[in-house]
């Protein structure tokens, strides 16, 4: 690559690290004059300028225009009421996909927690316990780009000559025929999602890992002296003591498993049964141009979250009176 | 990680008779194999596309990656050298990398820094609708993305108008000072999660250290200068993890942002390249390993950071 | 140091040196495939008519990517030195997705290469039509079928870039003279070979649909290719809509597909095969006899294994699929189209440079390429089967049709045609169902 190249970029980074410095300051002196005069309200408001405004430029504008848009057609030049919404829950494509979706929302966050408990149980206090994290925890820095490009790879089935794919050729050395995974419907959405549980297992792992170890060894030395099995130690008094770092993976698994379109999109672009919510967004909208039906599936993906942030709510709320 | 105990196994625990100890080992060896078993599993796909990104592209058309065992001698360096240095299509990634390294510095420590000041706001200075906006910025994590691709691209080639009033005029960037425009966008994305994490953590902060703090005389922007970051260093260093992660591995909003190949960051061709499954594809193995092995790096040096931040922020409740 | 930490700095130690060792040298380009590019098309003089620019930039953007996209770049670099127009270009795998965030962004591209005319015709408001200069070098340069697929409304907005023909049947002249075949020419003489050849033992198809996330498209050129050669009022109607994709006509071009595709005696490897076969590499049999006929369009020239001889006396070659009514003479073809959404004087000079005889005689010069374009010379493409199809591609006496899945309806043409052609050469349902099926699908 060429020197003119290099310093084209890096001087763009150099001027923009200089710029955001002096924005920086620019700020804190905003905030120290507030400060003196002792307005609490214009120290907030400094504070929290820079990310209000960059919110409600980047994020609520776009949210409510995509809500506006989903009760318009095709390209926005007619209102329809509610006649997306019912394609939505009608169409017997758009049912596949929520069906697909409510696998997925289900599925994958309950076998990556789960999986990344016995996991992290398994290692605990094992010899080599880092390396055996790290090993898991590997996929967790790997793009879902980059993710779907391994796993076509494993998946991967010619109709003839060697097969390449891993997965095929171990079918072969069992004596069974390669199938063509990713076209078998339904199987190829449990195939999918095994993508995605890879990555997310890492994450899973490592948080509730650490989250065991804070669990006192007095309880459950006790536990054991009374007798109990290490089934029963696990289910009475592993679980209930970090139930909330459980909580924390699953919600955390269930937002990304929400919005996912990535993985779909590389590995079979939502053809042969597999598409979702995510993915039916932006197929409808940037690929068939229907950005009515596009904001129809944002809207849904973002009322499957709203559980959960009443959940969110809630539990904020009563954090807030038991601090009193 | 510094907190972890190594116990030696097996020793035999007081109280334990022969039988008991007996099966405890038998069930750790039972669980040490499992244990093996989904490393391994886990494990294996990403060595897959190792060795085979340095495999010759003919040798990965017509046979799997296991093959090359069998003969290591056709170890080769060719396709790392065409898809970073090549001039055609397809290659020259090397510039793509450095995109992507000048876009993820900035991409990081804006959303960071701004986050905490928000952060700080919203946990210890009072004002009216606090929570609400809270609530709020938090919900925001859940638009998706894709929605905001139109607006926002529209609001740095277009401006913002209100009827003939300019209030932002059009910023007509071109060439690579169009990934000004991805800084500024990852910055709004990261912002919610950012702000969510950094503020569970804030809040968590012992209250009457705040308040000596103010007794002394300090205003706010001197606490938190002084007394909060300091104390919230870790937290940073998570959530800068979690955006680096985020910011390395984001396809949608450096191609959106930085059309233009030349501009593009790494992560962006390589989707394209992934995308279709068609000419090129022999490459593959070898781009995405240059794509993944920074991240990779710096996660597995960051890793007790990364999980001690997620820990002490979102692991409550 | 933790083991963890050693691990990765191992890791990290390990990918350097391997960077560190592939830095040795930039890979030097070997191509064999490009011709010599003709004098006119260095001489600055035939640029002067597109005016004189000071390094203005045009950014173009297409869905044309590796190899060909250098290849194209490599025939503009002479306008560009002569001109001082700097051209931009990029190329994307998301075309459609990448077209639509840029332009209702706001940041449109100055010209973009649009692979369907459908879906220019969608961005009608945000184009400029072609201007007197860019449509007196289209009419001059294309017939007036392909003309019409630039048209919107009557008004041009756009001449052809590449063309391509669609309409091809691959075969091997070795295995032919060997066993003196001779090629057909009508749809009777092809089944009556294909019957010769079953009986002599070999299996006369070679087929594949699998191509990713788009399986199924190779299938939809098949019902392309047999409605086109029904009659073209039928498919014309049939792509717009006019009549329903489950109208008798069409059902019954599906069975005429089945009649080979279907056919467990005709398909190598059999029928169940084909929708998991890779497009890419299913004619690669005919090299060793396995199969006769593969019928794939003009691009798949470049496809065959290295070394492998495409010409018409080689290893493998085309004839055009061959025609049911006697005296037609029809091509299936595909191509991008040159439509501009800037006005400025150096977009302007591109689009007339790229409508342009000069462009496209040099650009049939630096790779695998074939034009429509009635001012070249067809032997300036650089293969044989580049030739053939230019040659059929500028004759005014063949009568083109674009590949109708491109111009129906995405929710058609990009979904479930595909879907529907794989479920029917699966064996899963049978003509009429298949075709009640995308009927369903059809936008109202």
Known sequence: MEISALIDRFGLLAIGLVAFAVILMALYGLAELASRRDRSRAVAFVFLAPAVLFLAVGLVYPAVRTVVMSFFNKDGSEFVGFDNYAWAVSDPDALQILLNTALWIVIVPMVSTALGLVYAVLIDGRRGERVYKALVFLPMGISFVGASIIWKFMYQYKGSGEQIGLLNQVMIWFGAEPVNWLNEHPGNNFLLMVVLVWIEVGFSTVVLSAALKGVPTEIVEAARIDGAKPSEIFWHVTVPSIRSAIVVVAVTVFIATLKLFDIVRAMTQGHHGTDVLAHNMVEQAFRLYNDGRGATMAVVLFLLVVPVVIYQVRNMRRQEQEAR | ?317 | MSKTRRISYLTAAVSAIALAAAACGAPEDEDNSRGEVPEEAKDCANYEQFGSFDGETVTILGSIRDQEADEMMAAWKFFEDCTGVDIAYEGTGEFEADMKVRVDGGNAPDIALFPQPGLMSSFKDDLVPASEDVTALATEGWSEDWLNYGTIDGTLYAAPNSSNAKSFIWYSPTFFSENNYEVPTTWDDLIALSDTIAESGTTPWCAGFESGGATGWPGTDWIEDIVLRESTDTYDQWVAHEIPFNSPEIVSAFDKAGSVLLNEDYVFNGTDTISATAFQEAGWPILDGDCAFYRMASFYGAMWPEGTNVAEDGDVFAFQFPETNEGDNTMLVGGEFVAAFSDTDATEATRQYLASEVYHNARLQTGPWSTAHQGVDPNNATTPINVLATEILTNPDVTVRFDGSDLMPGEVGASSFWTGIVQWVDGDKDSQQVADDIEASWPQ
Do not use: C
């Not at chain 2, 060439?175 to 950012?194: D, E, K, M, R, Y």
């Open chain 2, 1 to 317: 990680m510094s907190t972890d105990v190594q116990t030696p196994e097996p020793v035999a625990r007081i109280g334990e008779t022969r039988g008991q100890r007996l099966r405890r080992v038998l069930s750790s060896r039972a669980a040490s194999v499992v244990a093996l078993v989904i490393a391994a599993l886990w494990t294996i796909p990403t060595f897959g596309l190792f060795v085979s990104s340095f495999r010759p592209e003919d040798d990965i058309r017509t046979s799997g990656w296991w093959n090359f065992f069998a003969d290591p001698g056709s170890f080769t360096l060719e396709t790392y050298n065409y898809v970073l240095y090549s001039d055609s299509q397809g290659g020259g990634l090397i510039v793509n990398l450095v995109n992507t390294v000048v876009i993820t510095i900035i991409g990081v420590v804006v959303p960071v820094a701004f986050a905490a000041m928000a952060a700080y706001a919203l946990s210890w200075i009072e004002f009216r609708g606090r929570n609400l906006l809270y609530v709020g910025i938090f919900a925001l994590q859940v638009v998706p993305l894709q929605m905001a691709l139109i607006p926002l691209l529209a609001f740095f080639s277009k401006g913002l108008h209100i009827g003939d009033f300019t209030i932002m005029p059009a910023w007509q960037l071109d060439g690579v000072n169009t990934i000004v425009q991805v800084w500024v966008a990852h910055s709004i994305f990261g912002l919610p999660l950012a702000i969510f994490l950094l503020h569970n953590f804030m809040r968590e902060l012992p209250g009457d250290v705040m308040e000596a703090a103010r007794i002394d005389g300090a205003s706010h922007s001197q606490i938190f200068r002084k007394v909060v970051l300091p104390l919230v260093t870790p937290a940073l260093a998570s959530i800068g993890i979690f955006q680096f992660l985020w910011v390395w591995n984001d396809f949608l909003v450096g191609r959106t942002f930085a059309p233009g190949e030349a501009t593009r960051p790494l992560t962006a061709v390589l989707g394209d390249m992934a995308g279709t499954w068609g000419f090129g594809w022999t490459r593959l193995p070898a781009a995405g390993f240059i794509a993944i092995i920074v991240p990779l790096v710096v996660f597995l040096l960051l890793q007790r950071y990364f999980v001690r931040g997620l820990l002490a922020g979102s692991v409550k409740g």
